[in-house]
């Protein structure tokens, strides 16, 4: 059995499997299966997965921000629970900055977390000093501005991290 972790640019038909990772992990933001769809091929070039034996194990979605160009927005990242694979998360973000990084400039990687999320900022720490950049933390969306009557959700804190 192959083993071998392959990362690719994702891909409209991959919306089935990234919609599942995203119904079986713990608080991400759930989407429906056609926002992922029309997302992949709207924004096919800044979205990657993580797959073995072709089964996707990981996936990233960002784009480039239309204000900003040279700013690419992280906006979600997750994994199948258990995957047993080191740094993941931050070898698919690794991976998805290369291509950005070959294609056009970039100055500024920006997600926004929930703060409480160590996973997350650990991978922008990591690519902070990966391209020696300087990661700055903004109030950026309250929690009671995200929730609603049927629904809390966290504050979003907006990560910036200037790269050079």
Known sequence: MENKIIFRLAKPSDAPEIYNIVLNTPGIDNNSLYFYTIWLKEFSASNVVATRNDKIVAFLTAFRKPSDSRTLFLWQLAAVPRHGIADLGYKLSEFLIELELKNTKLKCIEATIDIDNQ????????????????????????????????????EETLIKVDIN
Request: a positive charge; glycine letters at 2%; hydrophobic letters at 25%.
């Open 119 to 154: 996973s997350i900022f650990y991978v922008l720490k990591k690519i902070t000093n990966k391209y020696n950049g300087k990661l700055t933390k903004h109030e950026f969306l309250s929690q009671e501005y995200l929730s609603s009557n049927t629904e809390t959700h966290h």
